[in-house]
């Protein structure tokens, strides 16, 4: 399998990373390499497994529906890169 | 005292409460050794003053029936602290600082201890040898220009150099116990569900799991007996009847049985490696443990499915880091524009890397042939394990497949990295718990380690087999204090 230079952009667009040419030839050559590692995984025959989605073997526990943490909203938007009163700030997406 | 940084952990416990010495005296002794010490660049972000202003609080009213009473302590720079700078090892979090605390450091606190600093660690805990790390390299106390391990090289090589007496990490694949067999220290990854995940900024969520870093098994349990917790906070926190680790610790595993994977026995392992496998099975022998020869047969397959695993879970959980609610920002010409920028300039190279292959084994066309695939073969993995342990209480494997790489030595091939976790990430994979205990020494003299790993919430069993079998290893490790001017 090899992953081209298209594909790379097709994934850093999914991902939200954007990537120049020197950058995208480096990521197909190191993707490629680990897929070659990866596709060992295509001796085996697993048509019959169970795919494994947790190892804790135990079922979501319920608790009952009720606020426990009050009046966060400061410490929510301490951390914010850009804010406006109770807001984040983004570029304007509408015009 | 003068030695005080040499101490154990329970000699420090005993003095503080015999009043021998004072939280003050001890919290002091481990910055002034952590001040002489930044060569090393273990810390990221130093809290030297707060601390000794708790530890002289502490002193004023000290309540001795604590478990850590008023003991210093650096933790790895994933568990977030309130108040207190987190950075994951990232640019993208350089200047986040928590409003909240996370369970297991919570945990430690209400014990007594106080925190010291924040230890360096891999970008998001992504590498094997702290390499990835935005805030730089860290130095083995080992030998210079050495890795320490990783993820949670900054605190192995703390603990190894005695800038903290115990530490935490976490472990996504071997990022706890890879370190400690780098740097002669002990290293517990628990069983998944057994310490809470609450307030540890997440890497892959089915695998992460926080545990002890110590000198010896003794403080390890000790270390283990206070984090591991019930909490609701993390739905996969798993309510089971706890040990007391550190009281019930005994040396007698007479008839216990141990396995021997053949393997584990790879291509291109060195000789001393084996030949350390070989010297555990006979100390294994002498504590009165039999010895049984197992397979786990998909074990070469364990690497493979967690590089899709891992990454998948990684691209995931890192989508949250978007410029917008907290952490860094690059300006952009629009909304996107800004998020492709941030995550590009914010992230460092293996961290996009991972997000990259994550990305595509979850995307549409390609989940079935990778992600649905890699978790049919780690319930296959995992099923191997069941299998052995219905013939042995425990499994006994080297840590590593080597002893500490130089620094650079191994950044330009990404699988060649990987392939340092062999061991270790099969035990994630299966949610078992594994430690690390260090087993003797190679040809140039750095540590070695051997892991034992455990049934799940066996944990009390692997450190009972680990604690009988440091006495008869009797390992010393050989530190020279080289970066101290």
């Known amino acids: ?95 | 005292m003068s030695d005080i940084t040499k101490q154990t952990l329970s000699e420090l416990v005993n003095n503080i409460k015999e009043k021998k010495l004072s939280s003050l005296e001890v919290t002091k002794a481990f910055i002034d050794r952590s001040e002489k010490s930044k060569e090393l660049n273990t810390y990221i972000t130093e809290d030297f003053s707060n601390a000794l202003d708790k530890a002289k609080k502490f002193d004023d009213n000290p309540n001795l029936d604590l478990k850590l009473p008023g003991i210093p302590m650096a933790v790895k720079d994933l568990f977030c602290t309130a108040n207190l700078r987190t950075t994951a090892g990232s640019k993208i979090l350089n200047n986040f600082i928590p409003t909240y605390e996370s369970t297991v450091t919570q945990n430690i606190w209400n014990e007594g201890a106080i925190l010291i600093g924040k230890l360096n660690c891999d970008e998001f805990a992504m590498g094997s040898s702290n390499e990835t790390s935005f805030f730089g390299n860290v130095q083995n106390p080992i030998d210079k220009n050495l890795v320490p391990g990783g993820s949670s090289g900054g605190s192995s090589s703390a603990l190894a150099a005695q800038l903290t007496p115990i530490t935490i990490g976490t472990d996504t694949g071997g990022s706890i116990r890879q370190p400690a067999s780098f740097t002669g220290t002990v290293g517990l990854k628990p069983t998944y569900g057994s310490c809470s995940r609450y307030g540890i900024v997440a890497f892959a969520s089915s695998l992460d799991q926080a545990g002890p870093m110590a000198q010896n098994v003794e403080d390890c349990a000790l270390l283990q007996e206070v984090i591991s917790s019930y909490d609701q906070k993390d739905s996969t926190s798993i309510d089971f009847k706890r040990n007391q680790y550190s009281k019930e610790l005994t040396k007698d595993i007479k008839g216990k049985t141990i396995g021997i994977p053949k393997e584990y026995r790879v291509d291109g392992m060195p000789k001393e490696i084996d030949d350390l496998w070989q010297k555990g099975i006979e100390y294994a022998k002498d504590c009165g443990a039999e010895i049984i020869d197992i397979s786990l047969p998909h074990t070469n397959y364990a690497l493979p499915t967690y590089y899709i695993v891992a990454p998948a879970e990684a691209s995931s959980n890192l989508a949250r880091y978007d410029g917008v609610k907290y952490g860094f920002r690059a300006d952009g010409e629009n909304l996107i524009d800004m998020y492709e920028k941030t995550r590009s300039e914010g992230f460092g190279a293996e961290v996009q890397r991972r997000i990259m292959i994550g990305t595509y084994v979850l995307s549409s066309g390609y989940y079935d042939a990778y992600y649905l695939k890699a978790q049919k073969v780690r319930k296959l993995i995992k099923n191997d394990f069941d299998e052995a342990y219905k013939k042995v209480d425990a499994i006994l494997t080297p840590s590593t497949p080597s002893s500490a790489f130089k620094i650079g030595e191994k950044t330009n091939d990404p699988v060649s990295m990987y392939l340092n976790d062999i061991f270790t990430v099969p035990v994630n994979l299966a949610g078992l718990p594994g430690i690390s205990i260090p087993a003797g020494h190679d040809v140039k003299g750095y540590p070695l380690g051997l892991q034992i790993i455990g049934k799940a919430f066996d944990e009390q069993n692997i450190l009972n087999i680990a604690y009988a079998m440091e006495e008869k290893i009797n390992f010393k490790n050989k530190i020279t204090d080289w970066w101290i001017k």
């Not at chain 1, 399998?1 to 954007?18: C, E, G, Y």
């Not at chain 1, 048509?47 to 947790?54: F, K």
Request: hydrophobic share 35%; aromatic share 4%; glycine share 0%.
């Open chain 1, 1 to 95: 399998m090899s992953i081209d230079l298209k594909t790379i952009k097709h994934i850093s667009k999914l991902s939200r990373i954007s990537v120049d040419e020197k950058k995208a030839e480096k990521l197909a050559s190191d993707l490629n390499s680990i897929f070659d590692f990866i596709e060992k995984l295509n001796e085996l025959k697993t048509e019959n497994v169970e795919p494994l989605t947790s190892v804790a073997e135990t079922t979501l526990k319920l608790r009952p529906d009720e606020v426990k943490s009050k009046n966060l909203r400061e410490q929510i938007i301490k951390n914010s890169p850009k804010d406006n009163e109770d807001y984040f700030v983004v570029p304007k997406v509408i015009e």
